[in-house]
């Protein structure tokens, strides 16, 4: 399964001049922000997943929270990779064999956090990697992904406008 970027970045792209010019920023002066932006959605994402509870026997929230949860972080890992100019716009999803969910989370922290020491195109693409990665564990299509993208954009420019 493949997922196709090339209409996101530029969407990306627009709402971030969209807050740099209403909250006087730059890509530089929030990069850190932009960075732990993603790891606390990811944090999100997964709380909303439970895959990690163990101890609880409650089952995972409904399709379309997580999907938003998902999309939020899709939203500041485009950004970092807007600043970077990224190139690379076509992505294999595929799950690890003998991993779970939990698996591929820490490996999207763990790249995450990789760009934190070193902000390279070569590094974004192995965090981008691995974030589109969590696709394969969640019974969505790319299509899906990117309909559900494309809402969130739509919720937040309503919230520049409103000034959420």
Same mark, same amino acid.
């Given at each position: ?62 399709? *379309?929270?997580? %999907?938003?949860? &998902? ?6 890992? !485009?950004? @970092?990779?807007?600043? =970077? ?32 020491? *070193?902000?390279? %195109?070569?590094? &974004? ?6 974030? !589109?990665? @969590?696709?394969?564990? =969640? ?26």
């Amino acid at each position: 399964m493949k997922i196709d970027l090339s209409t996101l970045y530029p969407l990306q792209a627009e709402l971030d001049l969209d807050i740099a010019k209403r909250h006087n920023v730059t890509y530089e002066s929030t990069f850190h922000s932009r960075l732990l932006a993603l790891i606390v959605e990811l944090g999100e994402f997964a709380n909303e997943t439970r895959c990690f509870k163990y101890w609880s026997l409650k089952g995972p929230s409904e399709k *379309n929270v997580i %999907l938003e949860e &998902y999309v939020d972080g899709l939203h500041f890992i !485009l950004s @970092l990779g807007v600043a =970077l100019k990224a190139q690379k716009m076509i992505y294999e999803i595929s799950a690890k064999k003998e991993y779970n969910l939990v698996n591929a989370i820490l490996d999207a922290y763990q790249s995450a956090i990789d760009l934190k020491d *070193n902000y390279s %195109l070569a590094n &974004y693409e192995v965090a981008m990697s691995n974030y !589109l990665n @969590l696709i394969a564990y =969640l019974g969505v299509t790319p299509d899906e992904v990117i309909n559900a993208y494309r809402s969130k954009l739509l919720v937040n420019y309503e919230r520049q406008i409103n000034k959420y």
